[in-house]
């Protein structure tokens, strides 16, 4: 099913949301509510929910718990998956301890970084390796997903070693797009300082809507 | 000017690709390289472009020295503002350590956090106060950015500290969509688990797009 991109992310916001409910999970919510929750309009809410099929009527509402299942679903959210780190300055020391991977199905089991002396250094109980063995570890370990935090201009080569291992699902964090290394793979390009400028302008746009041009 | 969000973003990756062009800004780029670039359609890129008048004859492309300083000019991007992440815990602080923020014109001039033991023990060159503090160092220091790093059940109150205080422009990295706490504060909401889950989500579906159900 080719579902469009936009419409997973929200869907992944989605089930957060469900997540977030917890012992509530019998709650009715419409989509008018799911909307304002998400940032999101009301029928771009019924659309993303319509690629999941039968949900039940949607002038009752959704219920939550049923809602989170069809998602999961639709989406393979259940399955854990064997994940990786490569670049470990402090971005990425922060994602290779991030809490909520494990109960998200993100199984954290090897770190990588291009320093033989921050390997030594770092104090973790997850598994660290050079640079230079990506693709084995990655292969030997079976991982799934890699996360990028190295400097830019190594991002493209940490890219290439994780597909060249087997990895499918990319998170680049370094600043720079990384396209996907080969068809199959998919990359993800975050861009921490970008979500800042785009903040930034927003504020600056709407602070000069109220101000009128001299 | 309303423009609408995901113009702005796309505008600040193109901001950010003239930027990484460096020495090169005299050189030409069509809307489609651009594209390709940005993962978005060609189309997409001229729409964003015609947001900012005058760019340059689009037969011959675009110059990234006067692209770049028409985003800039567009959405005030060329302006230094003060900066303070709340919470210091991993992510936190590689947030408030981010070397990229100063060159970019965010100047990291406050760290906060509820736990004295984390302000003295931590070692960074940026001045830290407790988190109860929010509100009058962003007053007196004239923050304008607010960097939202707490747990979940935290970061409603955080933002709310951080408006109260005069911030018009938070992120939040806090697994909990925040809205603005009042009008005229934008908020923009980042996930980082959410673009693990996304990743995943888009690469499962490529491989049962390969799979007929059975």
Redesign the interface.
Same mark, same amino acid.
């Given at each position: 099913?080719?579902?469009p991109?936009p419409t997973?992310?929200r869907?992944?916001?989605m089930? +957060?949301?469900c997540e977030?409910a917890g012992v509530d999970a019998g709650r009715q919510v419409s989509s008018a509510a799911l909307g304002r929750?998400?940032?999101a309009t009301e029928s771009s809410i019924r659309k993303d929910i319509s690629f999941l099929g039968e949900t039940g009527r949607s002038g009752a509402g959704y219920g939550l718990g049923l809602l989170k299942k069809k998602i999961a679903a639709a989406?393979? &959210?259940s399955?854990r +998956?064997r994940?990786c780190v490569v670049g470990l300055?402090?971005?990425g020391?922060? &994602?290779l301890?991030?809490e909520?991977?494990g109960p998200?199905g993100?199984d954290m089991v090897a770190g990588f970084d291009a320093s033989i002396n921050r390997l030594e250094t770092l104090r973790t109980s997850v598994k660290l390796y050079p640079a230079y063995e990506v693709s084995d570890v990655v292969r030997r370990e079976r991982i799934?997903?890699g996360?990028i935090a190295v400097p830019?201009a190594a991002a493209r080569e940490a890219a290439d070693s994780l597909a060249a291992g087997g990895v499918?699902?990319?998170?680049n964090f370094a600043?720079? %797009?990384v +396209?996907p290394p080969r068809p199959? %793979?998919?990359?993800?390009?975050? !861009?921490?300082?970008?979500?800042? +400028?785009?903040?930034?302008?927003?504020?600056?746009?709407? !602070?000069?809507?109220h101000t009128p041009l001299a």
């Open positions: 099913m080719v579902i991109e997973i992310a869907l992944c916001s089930y +957060r949301f977030d929750e998400l940032g989406l393979g &959210l399955r +998956r994940t300055g402090s971005l020391t922060a &994602l301890e991030y909520r991977l998200a993100f799934e997903v996360i830019a499918q699902a990319i998170v600043p720079v %797009v +396209r199959g %793979v998919v990359v993800r390009n975050v !861009d921490m300082l970008n979500e800042l +400028r785009v903040v930034a302008a927003q504020s600056f746009l709407s !602070d000069s809507a």
